[in-house]
């Protein structure tokens, strides 16, 4: 079963589709976008070696003149200097305006490969083929990308909307256990923030942690659902001057976190996990979501089997002066997402540091 979902902003729409096998239908798919001869596929080791002969194969089939080059795995890469080696790849292979630069990978390699798009040449086409579940689901989508400065997460970035986003679920089957649960956290965050039926499909799921085996149509459902909630947000604020910051629900935690351990103890979508249980527990304390609700959600993240604790050792005073280097700081102020209900969030920058605080003990490990 295969599905497409748009997202719809002007002058920079594009199609999502969602499709078993259609790794295949690669250069097929980028054929009718009038996109030119040169491309420079962008993966990691692990993942050009499950897919990247494939991904080549169809692109050289429909036409196109191919390169590729492999970035180092992992977070720590994040930086400027893989983005520089990008640069060096794309010189020496003389990429034109009309080139594409194509990201087959997490949203490691999609976030760099989107903003080595965004600012070669001032800017040329990218897809996004992403094959982690979390890159399905969030990071393919949207426009944001971007590198980590070493004080802060993704504090170097453009928003720059990809050609066209191509999943096929069948190469999660490779994806290792720990990275399809990380990848869950953003998938229950859209069941909170905006779908409350994804949630309740969610609940009714046994085996949240092993969906891309279980022949079913949940991942189907999963992947077409988060994604169509991405796009109606996005769709109706590009560049997050309001309703879109409602898609770093847990992320103000998250990322202080994530920073703060070096990306060594926590991938994303558990950093991620932790900051939405925390700003679950915020919004409990400030009375703005019910008790009943947050068990809700915190079951669901156990069951997913994401971490729900805050890593041992961690300065509970250090997280808090990292929330200054959000994005989401307005005048100084750090702007907290916090449920009102499943399915609807409201974003307010009047949560006191020492309720802040007394959750962050609660939830210390
Ligand atoms: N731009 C956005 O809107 C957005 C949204 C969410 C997250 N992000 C960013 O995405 C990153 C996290 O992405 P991630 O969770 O995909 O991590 P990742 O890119 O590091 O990928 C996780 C691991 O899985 C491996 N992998 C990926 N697909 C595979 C497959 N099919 N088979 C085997 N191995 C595979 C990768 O090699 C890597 O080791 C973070 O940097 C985060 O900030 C960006
Ligand atoms: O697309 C968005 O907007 C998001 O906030 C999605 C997040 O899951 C993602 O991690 C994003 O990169 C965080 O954005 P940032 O602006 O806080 O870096
Ligand atoms: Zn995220």
Redesign the pocket.
Known sequence: MSSVIKVDIPENSYEITVAPGSLDQLGEQMTGLKLGKKVLLVSNPMIFKHYGERAIASLKNAGFDVVHYNLPPGERYKTLNSIQKIYDVALEHRLERSSTMVALGG?VVG?MTGFAAATWLRGINVVQVPTSLLAMV??SV?G?T?VNHPQG??LI?AFHQPSLVLIDPEVLKTLPAAEFRAGMA?VI?YGVIWDAELFTQLEASKHLDQLRYVKSDLINYILTHSCQA?ADV?SQDEK?SGL??I??YG?TIG?AVESLTNYRLLK?GEA?GIGMIAAGEIAVKLGLWQKADIERQNALMKKAGLPTKLPAGLDIAAIIDALQL???VKSGKVQFVLPTQIGAVKVTDEVPTDTIRQVLEEMAG
């Open positions: 949203g976030d969030d990071s949207g944001k971007g997460k993704n970035g953003e965050k991405k996005v997050e879109r910051a898609l770093n992320h990322h994303h991620v959000d994005k989401k």
